[in-house]
C-alpha cells in the first residue's frame, strides 16, 4: 500500500486537510484593499506633506539598519566576542570576495561601502511585508471617503473587538448608483467648505500605517536614479574627459555612422538602466506582496506558508541583485572604451 | 471588457518568453553540472541569477499589467 495509509503520514495528512477545511470555514479574512501607489495615512500630515504609510516602513528600515549596523561596530575587538559583529564580519567577507572576483581588489574595496548599505536596506524593506501586522494594522475609513479620494470601490463591514475595530469578511461593493451618489455629496460638501464625511457609511477598508517600503515606485525609481547618476560621477571623476568618448565615438575614431549609432545606444542604455533596476525591484515585491494577500484570502491558515518562504528568497534576491548591478555599473564606468587605457 | 483582458493579455504574453528562457537556462545549467559535478556549487549560483534577470522581463509585463489592472490606461475606462 502507499505511504501514506501509514498511521503517521495518515495522521499528518488529514491534520493539514482538517486545518484547511476549518479555515476554510470559520477564519476567512478579508481581501485588503490592492492600491498601486502608497497610501496617505489619514489624518497625518505635516502640513500639505501627507505622509505614506511606505514613507514609514523607509524610516522604519532605515533605523533597523543604522542601529544594527551601529550596535556591530559599537566595541570593536580584534576576535569579536559580539555576534552581531561576528555576522557582520562574515558578511562583509563573504561580499568582499565577491565584488573581488568582478572588479579586482582596489575596486571591491572602494564600493563595497555602497553595496553593502544598499543590500541591507533593501533586505530590510523586502522582508518587512513578511511581518504580520505590518499590513493589517492601520486606520479604518469609510469606503465612501476612500473612493472619493482613490477610487476604492470595495469596502467591508467592521466588528467591535475588545478596545479595537476590526473588518469582517462581509463585503459591500459599491453600485453605480452608490458612486454618482458620493460624488454628489462630496461636490456638496466641497462647495459649503466642508471635509466630506458620510452620515451613514456602506463599508470601511482599511489603510496600514506601515507597507514595505519597496513597493512604492517612487523609492526604487529614486534609488535606481541614484545609482546611475553616481555611476557618472565615478566615471567622470576616474577617467576625465575620456569618459564622455563612450558617448561621442565619433570624434575619436574615424568610424562616423557606427559610432553615432553605438553612441545613441550607449545612450538610451543608460535609461533602460534605471527602468530595469526600479522596475525588477518594485514588480517583484509588490506582486509578492498581492500573492500573499490573496494566498491568505484563500485559506487563512497553511497556505500561505510556503510562499512565505518563495519571499523570503524572492526579497534576499532582489535586493542582492539591485547591489550586485550597482556595483557592476560602476565597475563599467570605469572602463574608457576608446581602447587605449593602460590597466 | 477590455479592461479586464488587457491585464490578463499583457502578463500571459509576456510570461512566454521567460518562460522559455528560463527553462533553456536550467536545462544548460544541469547539464553543465551533470558532466562536471566539482563545480556544481558556482554553476547553481550563476543559474539563480540568471533566472533572476529572465524572470525580470516577465516581472515588466507584470508591471503593466498592475498597472492597467490597478490604475487604468488613459482612455481605457
Known amino acids: 500500500m502507499s505511504k501514506l495509509l501509514r498511521p503517521k503520514p495518515l495522521a499528518f495528512t488529514v491534520g493539514i486537510l482538517a486545518v484547511i477545511v476549518i479555515s476554510l470555514v470559520f477564519f476567512r479574512v478579508p481581501l ?61 567577507e563573504i561580499f568582499e570576495g565577491m565584488l573581488t572576483d568582478i572588479g579586482g581588489k582596489e575596486k571591491a574595496r572602494a564600493w563595497i561601502g555602497v553595496f553593502l548599505t544598499i543590500l541591507l536596506f533593501l533586505l530590510a524593506a523586502n522582508w518587512m511585508e513578511l511581518i504580520p501586522g505590518i499590513d493589517s494594522i492601520g486606520v479604518i475609513e469609510p469606503v465612501e471617503v476612500a473612493y472619493a479620494e482613490k477610487g476604492v470601490n470595495v469596502g467591508y463591514e467592521i466588528q467591535h473587538f475588545w478596545l479595537f475595530e476590526t473588518l469582517t469578511n462581509k463585503q459591500v461593493k459599491l453600485t453605480p448608483a452608490d458612486m454618482e451618489e458620493i460624488e454628489k455629496e462630496k461636490e456638496e460638501a466641497e462647495s459649503a467648505g466642508e471635509v466630506y464625511h458620510p452620515h451613514n457609511p456602506r463599508g470601511y477598508v482599511l489603510t496600514p500605517y506601515v507597507r514595505a517600503a519597496t513597493t512604492d515606485l517612487n523609492l526604487t525609481i529614486g534609488l535606481a536614479l541614484l545609482v546611475v547618476i553616481w555611476s557618472h560621477v565615478i566615471g567622470f571623476r576616474r577617467l576625465g574627459g575620456k569618459y564622455a568618448r563612450r558617448f561621442a565615438m565619433p570624434v575619436i575614431t574615424g568610424m562616423k555612422l557606427v559610432d553615432i549609432f553605438v553612441g545613441v545606444l550607449e545612450f538610451i542604455s543608460e535609461f533602460a ?11 517583484n515585491i509588490f506582486a509578492g506582496q498581492v500573492l ?44 574608457s572604451h576608446a581602447g587605449d587605457e593602460h590597466h | 471588457m477590455v479592461e479586464i483582458l488587457s491585464p490578463g493579455l499583457a502578463i500571459g504574453l509576456g510570461a512566454i518568453g521567460p518562460g522559455i528562457g528560463i527553462g533553456l537556462l536550467v536545462m544548460g545549467a544541469l547539464q553543465a553540472m551533470g558532466r562536471n559535478p566539482e563545480v556544481a556549487g558556482e554553476i547553481r549560483t550563476n543559474m539563480i541569477l540568471g533566472i533572476v534577470f529572465a524572470e525580470s522581463i516577465a516581472i515588466y509585463a507584470l508591471v503593466v499589467a498592475l498597472l492597467l489592472l490597478f490604475v487604468g490606461a488613459p482612455g481605457l475606462k
Do not use: C
Request: no cysteine; aromatic share 18%; proline share 5%.
Open chain 1, 292 to 335: 500573499l494577500f490573496v494566498m491568505a484570502f484563500l485559506v487563512s491558515f497553511l497556505l500561505p506558508l510556503p510562499f512565505f518562504g518563495l519571499e523570503l528568497f524572492a526579497g534576499f534576491m532582489q535586493a542582492f541583485v539591485f547591489a550586485i548591478l550597482t556595483f557592476i555599473y560602476f565597475e563599467q564606468a570605469t572602463h
Open chain 1, 32 to 92: 485588503p484593499t490592492i492600491l498601486l501607489p502608497g497610501e496617505a495615512i489619514p489624518g497625518l500630515a505635516i502640513g500639505k506633506f501627507k505622509i505614506t504609510n511606505t514613507f514609514v516602513a523607509t524610516i522604519i528600515a532605515d533605523i533597523v539598519v543604522l542601529v544594527l549596523s551601529f550596535l556591530a561596530v559599537r566595541q570593536m575587538q580584534d576576535v569579536p566576542e559580539s555576534k552581531l559583529q561576528n555576522i557582520f564580519e562574515w558578511v562583509y
Open chain 1, 273 to 283: 538602466k534605471i527602468i530595469s533596476l526600479s522596475f525588477r525591484l518594485f514588480g
